[in-house]
């Protein structure tokens, strides 16, 4: 008798071990070591690259377009987000504002984009005013509208006003922010063993930072020179923005980490949500708008 349950033992299989398709199908999909599912981000990045470079290629408009669905979208994950945190962001103001700034920079510049964000603010500020909360509540709700609206449409509008200036500039802003990205990536992958902000983000080292700043250096020299500026404002593009697109990662990780969420949203398979892929573009762009409007003199 106990030699049939011994072998009884040792033909019942590991649990953890799929033998049939049934749990085959069930196993964790492989990802990398890097945490993506990277086949899945390789061809989200190449549709979304794709998507850009049409929607400039046509007609101005079309990116206009693309920027004010970005930005709704982005809107509605930090609305769901912030509603983790017991915060409501005044979203109907925000869509209509958010639209309101990108089109203003299109047609009027700068200066119309800032008046349309104030605009904006004050609506949503009467929006919490009489939506009957307490005064604690509301000063939350004001805070985080007052955040949202200025992280995602404001910053936002500085890849339009690149583009008032032609297509190359929008994309050696495009090129040169996920070029840190990806340098991070390979690098940190490669070579990653000391952890840059391990409270925050335990997958970034200073090796990938290392492997941004070789990229981005590259990337802004070749595009900076090929558009008729003096090689060393390349140089500066490349480190300002080694530097912001690091940090805008780092912002939306802490931010993420702080309500408890692993991704904004799961409208991109292997990235997350817009907002993952907006986080360090928002942030770089008024930086490379800036190194640009001091090299051409715009």
Known sequence: MAE???????LRRPPSVPVTLEDAARAPKS????????????????????????SMVF?????????CIGSLIALSELKAAFERAHADIAYPVMAVGAIGILVSAFKLGMEAAFVSYYAALGAAIIWHLVSGYSSRQTLRNIAVSAFALGYVPLLASFAVLLLLRGIWPVLLFVLITVGNDTGGYIAGVMFGKHPMAPSISPKKSWEGFAGSITATLLIGTIGMYLMGARPWWGIILGLLCA???????????????????????????????????????LVTAPACFLIMHMAFGW
């Open 4 to 10: 049939l349950k011994t072998t009884r033992k040792h």
């Open 31 to 54: 990802t990398s070591k890097a945490g993506r599912n990277l086949p899945a981000a390789i061809g989200v990045a190449v549709v979304l690259s794709t998507v850009l470079v049409l």
């Open 59 to 67: 007609t101005p408009v079309g990116f206009l377009v693309l920027a």
């Open 243 to 281: 530097v912001t697109a690091t940090a805008g990662d780092l912002a939306e990780s802490l931010l993420k980490r702080d309500l408890g969420l692993k991704d904004m949203g799961n409208i991109l398979p292997g990235h997350g949500g817009v907002m993952d892929r907006l986080d360090s573009l």
